[in-house]
């Protein structure tokens, strides 16, 4: 069984910053993508950003030149670190992971709990 472990989040100014972690564990295989995705109050799940194993990265374009993803591949990890918050930032931000688990024969997504991010105005 394969586990994502969020922390960080909270409360922060417009203007601030937050970083977030998440830990894959598990009967892991192979870790492909990681990402970071966001759900606001009545709002669809949107991808915030992702990175391949090779550290290739993507962003959405509301978070370019702000957030920063990275990863630690000998800990199956992923981190955001979150600068110049907007209020618009505000959400539930969950940790996604293109993984194939031990015994697996095809790849699967697995998600964090979510973590709650607010930034207020």
């Known amino acids: 069984q394969v586990q994502l472990v969020e922390s960080g989040g909270g409360l922060v100014q417009a203007g601030g910053s937050l970083s977030l972690s998440c830990a894959a564990s598990?009967?892991?295989?192979?870790?492909?993508?990681m990402g970071w995705y966001r759900q606001a109050p009545g709002k669809q799940r949107e991808l915030v950003a992702f990175?391949?194993?090779?550290?290739?990265?993507n962003y959405a374009d509301s978070v370019k030149g702000r957030f920063t993803i990275s990863r630690d591949n000998s800990k199956n990890a992923v981190y955001l670190q979150m600068n110049s918050l907007k209020p618009e930032d505000t959400g539930v931000y969950y940790c996604?992971?293109?993984?194939?688990?031990?015994?697996?024969?095809?790849?699967?997504?697995?998600w964090g709990q979510g973590t709650q991010v607010t930034v207020s105005s």
């Open positions: 990175i391949t194993s090779g550290g290739s990265t």
């Open positions: 598990g009967s892991i295989f192979r870790v492909n993508a």
């Open positions: 996604n992971a293109v993984l194939q688990s031990t015994g697996a024969t095809h790849i699967q997504y697995h």
